[in-house]
């Protein structure tokens, strides 16, 4: 493993995925043994499965820490394999032992956008804000689901998913037509007020992207550069996904 301290952010490089997976656990774990109530911000898709395999290894109780998803897709029925919701409850809640009820995950099926996309702001806020966002990070550069022209200062909210994210997405669904088109996500202002970021990437598809998210220029036409002007960061890589650097 190789470090290097920047003003704002921690790059942390590691030999494979799975020791990616133990550093990133060993950090969630540190944060929940000092502060057992702590709130997490969740990340799916592939990126942290290895930190959620390696966190139900360690010896931490998560019982009484509290979640937020970062975003869920926009209209997949109650219960589909590959809505959040699913997701987080079959590969993260049942996994780590969280408690169900302190586990939130943006509503996919809302009746009023706006009032939902509020609504889940304010549950972040009652919560006291979240310390820790676990983040992935797409190969355009989203984080959530905020695609490329998202701004600095969003909330969560209905986006349109850009054609590469759904065609990305596509191994997971049986067919690209199968992919939702929406998704309501944490906007970038709501990543942003996260106490602390913890960025996964593992392959060498994700090369290019954390290239110009850590030195390129911190602009809205790449999201994931806002993380350049956050004060606590941390990025853990694979060799592959920080060979640019
Ligand atoms: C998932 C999310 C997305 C993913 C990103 C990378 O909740 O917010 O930003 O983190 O699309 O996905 P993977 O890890 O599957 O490459």
Known sequence: MSQAKGQTLTVSVHACA??????????VAGLVRGNPTAVL????????????????????????????ALDEYIGLPAGHPQSYATVVRSQ??????????RVHVPDGEPAD???????????IRAAGG??????????????????????FSSRTRVVALADRTRRDN???????????????????ATIFEARHLLLIAHGPSKARAIQRALSG????????????RHPGVTVFLDEAAAALL
């Open 217 to 228: 220029p911190v602009t809205e036409d790449f999201p994931a550069s806002l993380l350049q």
């Open 113 to 123: 956008e706006v009032r939902a996309g509020s609504a889940y702001e304010s549950e």
């Open 130 to 151: 979240v310390d820790l966002q676990i983040l992935g990070i797409g190969s355009n550069g989203h984080i959530g689901f905020n695609e490329p022209g998202s701004s």
């Open 92 to 101: 993260i809640v049942e996994l780590l032992g969280l408690s169900p009820g």
């Open 170 to 188: 596509a191994r997971f669904f049986e067919t690209l037509q199968a992919v939702p088109t929406h998704a309501m996500t944490q906007g970038l």
């Open 41 to 68: 911000g969740l990340a799916t898709g592939s990126s942290p499965v290895p930190l959620y395999e390696a966190l139900a290894l360690t010896d931490v109780d998560l019982s009484a820490v509290a979640a937020f």
């Open 18 to 27: 799975d020791n990616v997976g133990e550093a990133a656990a060993e950090r």
